[in-house]
């Protein structure tokens, strides 16, 4: 068995044992993904909505219908936050904490490279952001489905968001991983990576108009963790992990 | 699993450092321009005061860190070369004081190093260690002497031919150090260790070569018994009236120093002794005990560093 996959399946069972990072992991996207957009989804259908008239509005947002805003814009944005948070919140368990207790060391004395133990902690934390989060996204699309709110196509570039949301927060975290050496580093600093990104997809969402807006958010969200990435790759060491 | 281990021709050398320096990213040189080798087979003590770049030199073996200059080899392998891998695998390290998992079990543990290592007998090892009745406790709920057991366990589970140890007692109470240590001679016996100590008993007693480590520099490196030979033989006095004593000594040339309810002296037992001792009685000094004294390891610690 290769390192990294003996590395990732002992990661994915302490993840499976941690109370926090299970609770957070689950009941947050849960939350953003289907508690919190089905009624709204509901009330779409029940009630007849317009748009202001007579107010100057973003391309994204003047050519839309109220259904297509809630599919394109606002449900969206709710997949964005639970696709970047459940990764880096449970970063925050797997790889920070490790880090504060200490416990690195005896991984570090087997013979392992410390890339492979990193590349096993994100691929874990990657695992349990889609394991958590696609189930719940294929309850609202499911319902979006039935009362003929959206598109199969519409809900395919939905899951590509979250797709991409996952990868940019894992690439995030990565970053997390060796700036902070604690909980409330690790806390502050997911807030400061975080919260432009959120800045960014409301930005795009809001601009750019049609379903292409989803391409062109799921394109950003991945070129923004890819940066994240090389930048930790090419100005952070690995020893970072262990001072 | 047995803690005993299989022998092999000494011809290689299993840890060499060659030129090695290390700067964090914080400035410090913990590191400087250090070399020395090993060979297979020995085991060397490496001592030196705190900061002296002991623990920085482990983690560059353990391919943990980078050398900012010169290269680290382990088993003639560089952290950076294809057969490192190989080379980490046939050896063990004990880290300084881990922290330990609240999730994960000893049996869990060893089963993963069994896995990264490719081979070695999870039971056998608990039996071996005494952890047979703590397998299945989480490493947090261990007590500190099973912990320290539990790290030397995953450390020689695969058998492996080197051992770098950093400073594998510190911290325990004096009945776990007595066990860890007696296990620490039983495992080291016939491998290549690298023994990294503050207990300067404790690397006499476990070690045959001494690198002496100062402000990142390589003060000594030689076996211990050569040091030992270098060293200025003294003899030990005691007599009833120490001060007079201490002054008739003084009065001969010698400066001697405290030793418990005696005092030593520079000299050779066999060659200055018996005309000491005539000369003391003599004076009248109630001279009870005359002997010599072999220079221990932290005598010669001691003045190596303070050298």
Same mark, same amino acid.
């Given at each position: ?57 973003? /391309?994204? @947002? $003047? ?5 297509? *805003?809630? #599919?394109? !814009?606002?449900? =969206?944005?709710? %997949? ?36 492979d133990i990193l590349r096993a902690k994100l ?11 696609? /189930?719940? @996204? $294929? ?5 979006? *489905?039935? #009362?003929? !709110?959206?598109? =199969?196509?519409? %809900? ?64 950003? *969200? ?22 | ?73 382990l088993l003639g392998e560089r952290a950076d ?72 366990a995953t450390a020689l589970l695969a058998e ?148």
């Amino acid at each position: 068995m290769s390192p990294v996959r003996a590395l990732l399946r002992r990661e994915l069972r302490q993840l499976g044992r941690s109370r926090g990072a299970l609770l957070s992991s689950i009941g947050f996207p849960a939350l953003m993904l289907v508690v919190i957009p089905i009624p709204q989804l509901l009330g779409i259908r029940a009630t007849a909505q317009r748009m202001p008239e007579g107010v100057p509005l973003p /391309p994204g @947002l $003047a050519s839309s219908r109220p259904e297509d *805003l809630f #599919v394109l !814009l606002l449900y =969206p944005l709710f %997949v964005t936050i639970a696709g970047l948070m459940v990764p880096s919140i449970a970063a925050t368990y797997a790889v920070v904490s490790e880090r504060e207790r200490r416990t690195l060391e005896l991984l570090i004395a087997l013979p392992v490279r410390l890339a492979d133990i990193l590349r096993a902690k994100l691929l874990a934390l990657l695992l349990l952001g889609a394991t958590t989060t696609f /189930p719940l @996204l $294929a309850i609202t699309t499911t319902a979006m *489905l039935i #009362v003929g !709110l959206a598109t =199969p196509f519409q %809900v395919a570039l939905l899951f590509g968001v979250l797709a991409a949301a996952l990868t940019a927060a894992t690439c995030l975290a990565f970053v997390l991983t060796l700036l902070a050496r604690d909980f409330r580093t690790a806390n502050n600093l997911n807030g400061v990576l975080v919260l432009p990104m959120l800045v960014m997809t409301f930005a795009v969402l809001s601009l750019v108009p049609g379903d292409a807006r989803l391409v062109v958010h799921a394109v950003v *969200l991945l070129a923004l963790g890819g940066a994240a990435l090389l930048a930790g790759l090419r100005w952070i060491s690995f020893e970072r992990y262990l001072e | 699993m047995s803690v005993a281990c299989a022998t092999f021709a000494p011809t290689v050398d299993a840890i060499w450092a060659n030129g090695v320096s290390k700067r964090y990213r914080t400035g410090t040189l913990a590191l400087d321009g250090v070399s020395f080798a090993i060979p297979e087979g020995t085991r060397a003590c490496l001592l030196g005061p705190n900061g002296a770049g002991k623990s920085t030199l482990i983690r560059l073996l353990e391919g943990a860190l980078r050398p900012t200059a010169g290269e680290v080899f382990l088993l003639g392998e560089r952290a950076d070369d294809p057969g490192y891998t190989a080379a980490r695998r046939r050896t063990g390290i004990v880290p300084q004081g881990p922290g330990m998992y609240r999730d994960v079990t000893a049996r869990e543990h060893l089963e993963l190093a069994r896995t990264l290592y490719g081979r070695g007998d999870v039971d056998a090892t608990l039996d071996a260690f005494g952890l047979r009745e703590h397998a299945d406790k989480v490493l947090e709920a261990l007590s500190g002497g099973f912990r320290r057991r539990l790290v030397l366990a995953t450390a020689l589970l695969a058998e492996p031919d080197v051992l770098l140890l950093d400073e594998p007692t510190v911290g325990l109470d004096p009945v776990a150090q007595h066990d860890v240590r007696a296990l620490l001679r039983t495992a080291m016996a016939g491998r290549t260790a690298l023994l990294c100590t503050h207990d300067l008993r404790e690397a006499e007693e476990l070690s045959e070569d001494v690198v002496i480590l100062r402000g990142g520099r390589v003060l000594v490196h030689e076996p211990l018994a050569t040091l030992r030979a270098r060293a200025r033989p003294r003899i030990r006095l005691a007599a009833a009236d120490g001060e007079r004593l201490a002054g008739a000594l003084r009065a001969r040339g010698l400066e001697p120093a405290a030793d418990g309810d005696g005092l030593l002296v520079p000299g050779d037992a066999q060659r200055d002794a018996p005309a000491l001792l005539r000369a003391l009685l003599a004076g009248g000094v109630d001279v009870y005990e005359c002997r010599p004294v072999a220079p221990t390891l932290e005598q010669l610690f001691l003045e190596a560093v303070r050298a």
